[in-house]
């Protein structure tokens, strides 16, 4: 299906564990972004990359890990769990150029539990 | 660095009754405002923008949004409210020089019957 994909839609893990959050366009959008979404703060940008190879830091990035080799595909690591990372995580992505440009499309989003 | 506010937590409207949300920004240059729709276990949807042009900028499913300059202000509105507007609403304003959004912490709109 063409669109941005997340998966899983829900993941329970324990305190310490990796965990890899997956996210898959068929646009071939050039910028990709993850957010995580809870009460209180609104979304806030974790990592986000400008094309394949390149990411930066978002607002809130400690404890995160991410890679970027092909267009379509930008998944998010943590690499230790820990229980403030309980949160829904949002992926997103948006075009460069054209009058779609600066519009950001979301996935479904995963609900993910740190026990 | 860009910022937007929404001040209420949660807008209360009667069904058939107009709707406005609202949203103040913080920027350096022109902005590049924007409103998305959150409804229950689903992702952000896109609404509508303000690049540049006119300060009315007509949107998805009936809403629109006045862009005030001397105000700061970009407030979503619908002239008349369906339960199915019930959800999530989130500003949010490109910052500037990249792709990157800023979103405020959203709005939850309740659409009485």
């Known amino acids: 299906d063409a669109g941005i994909t997340q998966s899983p839609r829900y993941k329970i893990t324990e305190t310490g564990r990796q965990v890899t959050l997956m996210c898959h366009q068929t646009w071939s959008h050039s910028y990709m972004f993850w957010y995580r979404q809870d009460l209180g703060h609104g979304l806030r940008l974790i990592y986000y990359?400008?094309?394949?190879?390149?990411?930066d830091k978002g607002e809130v990035p400690d404890g995160y890990v991410v890679s970027r080799s092909k267009t379509e595909n930008f998944p998010l690591t943590l690499e230790s769990a820990t229980r403030s990372q309980t949160s829904v995580y949002f992926c997103?992505?948006?075009?460069?150029?054209?009058?779609?440009?600066?519009?950001?499309?979301f996935g479904a989003g995963t609900r993910l539990s740190v026990l | 660095a860009q910022s937007v506010a929404q001040p209420e937590d949660q807008v209360n409207v009667a069904e058939g009754n107009p709707l406005t949300v609202k949203c103040t920004y913080s920027?350096?240059?022109?902005?590049?405002l924007f409103w998305y729709v959150q409804y229950p276990n689903r992702g952000l949807q896109f609404l509508l923008k303000?690049?540049?042009?006119?300060?009315l900028v007509k949107g998805s499913y009936g809403f629109e949004a006045e862009f005030n300059k001397s105000q700061t202000s970009f407030h979503l509105k619908k002239p008349s409210a369906l339960v199915s507007d019930s959800a999530l609403y989130f500003c949010?304003?490109?910052?500037?020089?990249?792709?990157?959004?800023?979103f405020g912490k959203g709005n939850q709109v309740v659409v009485i019957p």
């Open positions: 949010a304003v490109r910052d500037y020089g990249n792709n990157r959004l800023a």
């Open positions: 920027v350096s240059g022109n902005p590049y």
């Open positions: 997103a992505s948006s075009e460069q150029t054209g009058v779609a440009k600066n519009i950001q499309y």
């Open positions: 990359s400008a094309a394949a190879d390149i990411t």
């Open positions: 303000y690049i540049t042009g006119d300060n």
